[in-house]
């Protein structure tokens, strides 16, 4: 069973910066992409960031584009999400993931962490 844990999260201002960072256990052979998905409460799972195992390709949803950048180990299933400009809308239960499919959909991932909270005052 692969092991996920998230940290970073915590209360911040708005027009702040954050960095979660994400380590999985999952062996390296694996050429997992990892990726990143916030939830809201009484809302969806909502797509954030994904990078494919190499690290040479990205993928963002369109709400945090410009103001989050993920980035990975080489080689290693450890990702980080850094987050500025930071708005109140942004305040969720962020998410990682890993799986074999570089995609924007949860069903592609395989192994979830328990998330870490992000919380943004205005």
């Known amino acids: 069973q692969v092991q996920m844990v998230e940290s970073g999260g915590g209360l911040v201002q708005a027009g702040g910066s954050l960095r979660l960072s994400c380590g999985s256990s999952?062996?390296?052979?694996?050429?997992?992409?990892m990726a990143w998905f916030r939830q809201a409460p009484g809302k969806e799972r909502e797509f954030i960031a994904a990078?494919?195992?190499?690290?040479?390709?990205?993928l963002y949803g369109d709400s945090v584009k410009g103001r989050f950048t993920i980035s990975r180990e080489n080689a290693k299933h450890w990702a980080y999400l850094q987050m500025v400009n930071l708005k109140p809308e942004d305040t969720a239960v962020y998410l990682c993931?890993?799986?074999?499919?570089?995609?924007?959909?949860?069903?592609?991932?395989?192994?979830w962490g328990q998330g870490t909270q992000v919380t943004v005052s205005s």
């Open positions: 990078i494919n195992w190499s690290g040479t390709m990205t």
């Open positions: 993931a890993v799986g074999r499919a570089w995609t924007t959909l949860t069903t592609g991932y395989d192994y």
């Open positions: 999952a062996p390296t052979y694996t050429n997992y992409a």
